[in-house]
C-alpha cells in the first residue's frame, strides 16, 4: 500500500515567521513531488513541484527532497494570514497498471496569526 | 495552466438516483483524471481518462458505479450512479500540465450531497 503520510495540524505561526511543513511517502520508486495549497471550500492548487534531491525555491516558498529519508518538506518564508490553509502533499508512484498517479497525503492545515 | 471549468458546481440529490459531472478544459489534454474528496480527508484517485480509450479505475472504484466518458480531448464526464448518502463528497477532475511532468491542475470541482 503505497502511503503518504502528512501532520495533520493544525499548524499554527506569527505572521512573518517560516512555516515549515513535513511529509514522508513510502516507495522509494517515486520520482515527482508536488505541494497543493486548498483553502477552505475551494479546489488544490499547484504551488511547487519537485523531482531531484536537495532545494527547490520559488518566491516565498521553498520545497526541500530527501530521497533517501523519503521525505519531502515546504518552507514558506514571511507567512502571511492569506497563506492560511491546508498543505497537501502529493506523490507520483509510477508502477505496473499505475499511468503516474498522483497519490495524496491528508493535508496539513496551516494557521497563520496576524 | 489549462483553465478547467465543471458543472454543475453542486448539488443536492436523492439516494438511488444519477448524476453526471462535466469537465470542460480550454485546451487539447491528453489525460484527464477524476478525484473525489470526502468531507475532511484527502484526494482519492477515481480513475483516469483518455481519449479513444475505456477508462482505467483504481482500486474500488467500478465501472458500473462511475462511468466516465471521454468524447474528445476538451470534454469528459463523471457519472455518480445509484447514489447513496456516503457518495457525498467533492468531485474532481484535473488535467495534465505543461508545467512539468506530472504536473496535474484541478477544476473548481462539483460538491455533492446525497440525501
Known amino acids: 500500500q503505497k502511503e503518504v503520510e502528512q501532520n495533520s495540524g493544525p499548524l499554527s505561526v506569527p505572521e512573518g515567521a517560516i512555516a515549515s511543513l513535513n511529509c514522508t511517502y513510502s516507495d522509494r520508486g517515486s520520482q515527482s513531488f508536488f505541494w497543493y495549497r486548498q483553502y477552505s471550500g475551494k479546489s488544490p492548487e499547484l504551488i511547487m513541484f519537485?523531482?531531484?534531491?536537495g532545494d527547490k525555491e520559488d518566491g516565498r516558498f521553498t520545497a526541500q527532497l530527501n530521497k533517501a529519508s523519503q521525505y519531502v518538506s515546504l518552507l514558506i518564508r514571511d507567512s502571511q494570514p492569506s497563506d492560511s490553509a491546508t498543505y497537501l502533499c502529493?506523490?507520483?508512484?509510477?508502477?505496473?497498471?499505475?499511468?503516474?498517479?498522483?497519490?495524496f497525503g491528508k493535508g496539513t492545515k496551516l494557521s497563520v496569526k496576524p | 495552466s489549462a483553465v478547467i471549468s465543471q458543472k454543475p458546481s453542486r448539488d443536492i440529490c436523492q439516494r438511488g438516483t444519477s448524476l453526471t459531472i462535466q469537465c470542460q478544459v480550454d485546451?487539447?489534454?491528453?489525460?484527464m483524471f477524476w478525484y473525489r474528496q470526502q468531507p475532511g480527508q484527502s484526494l482519492t484517485l477515481i480513475a483516469t481518462a483518455n481519449q479513444g480509450s475505456e477508462a482505467t479505475y483504481e482500486s474500488g472504484f467500478v465501472i458500473d458505479k462511475f462511468p466516465i466518458s471521454r468524447p474528445n480531448l476538451t470534454f469528459s464526464t463523471l457519472t455518480v450512479s445509484n447514489m447513496s448518502p456516503e457518495d457525498s463528497s467533492i468531485y474532481l477532475c484535473?488535467?495534465?500540465?505543461?508545467?512539468?511532468?506530472?504536473?496535474?491542475?484541478f477544476g473548481p470541482g462539483t460538491r455533492l450531497l446525497v440525501l
Open positions: 519537485i523531482y531531484s534531491n
Open positions: 502529493a506523490v507520483n508512484f509510477v508502477g505496473r497498471g499505475s499511468q503516474g498517479n498522483l497519490i
Open positions: 484535473s488535467v495534465e500540465g505543461t508545467g512539468g511532468p506530472r504536473t496535474q491542475y
Open positions: 485546451s487539447q489534454v491528453t489525460m
